[in-house]
T-cell receptor, first 114, second 115 residues
């Protein structure tokens, strides 16, 4: 079975500072990895995903993540936080074959301080 | 582009009442699923379906039933609501069998309160 761990439920970052959200996964088969963002009172939308190929993945709104198999990690970064980045962020993993069950982390609530 | 549509958006139930949360998608996706979101718990899978006529249990299936008679619709039924089922419910769909294309598309959610 697949699972992900996100540490630190609330993350505060100053406007203009680096955003770093950590995600570590566990998977018995090659994983697909995802970051989703949820704005207040909305559903989840995909930020970026890793399936195969390039390990540095670029997503929307200036976010990127790097797949590191040796560290079983898929950390999300953005060089400069913007007020509009305030949201909840979820890391998720699914198996690269078999069913499409997504396992989500508990999420990081990001607060951007002006 | 409708995508995944959930109804209702808000619902208050009394303990013991039953109701159905509706979910419809217009992307011809084979795979559909229901999650509940609770503070500090992330999203937990309730039930999922890999195609019409096929459903299976997820991580937290107790108290919920599902059926999948068509590709488009995947309703979630609460037979006897309990306060522990107070949550935000999300329906999601994704293509199946397409390597590298397992993005899930989410509805806007149904906020359910059981009193």
């Amino acid at each position: 079975a697949q699972s992900v761990t996100q540490l630190g439920s609330h993350v505060s970052v100053s406007e203009g500072a680096l955003v770093l959200l950590r995600c570590n996964y566990s998977s018995s088969v090659p994983p697909y990895l995802f970051w989703y963002v949820q704005y207040p009172n909305q559903g989840l939308q995909l930020l970026l995903k890793y399936t195969t190929g390039a390990t540095l993945v670029k997503g929307i709104n200036g976010f990127e993540a790097e797949f590191k198999k040796s560290e079983t990690s898929f950390h999300l970064t953005k060089p400069s936080a913007h007020m509009s980045d305030a949201a909840e962020y979820f890391c998720a993993v699914s198996a690269s074959y078999g069913n499409n069950r997504l396992a989500f982390g508990k999420g990081n609530q990001v607060v951007v301080i002006p | 582009n409708a995508g995944v549509t959930q109804t209702p958006k808000f619902q208050v139930l009394k303990t013991g009442q039953s109701m159905t949360l509706q979910c419809a998608q217009d992307m011809n996706h084979e795979y559909m699923s229901w999650y509940r979101q609770d503070p500090g718990m992330g999203l937990r899978l309730i039930h999922y379906s890999v195609g019409a006529g096929i459903t299976d249990q997820g991580e937290v299936p107790n108290g919920y039933n599902v059926s999948r008679s068509t590709t488009e619709d995947f309703p979630l039924r609460l037979l006897s609501a309990a306060p522990s089922q107070t949550s935000v419910y999300f329906c999601a769909s994704s293509p199946t069998g397409q390597v590298g294309n397992t993005e899930a598309f989410f509805g806007q959610g149904t906020r359910l309160t059981v009193v």
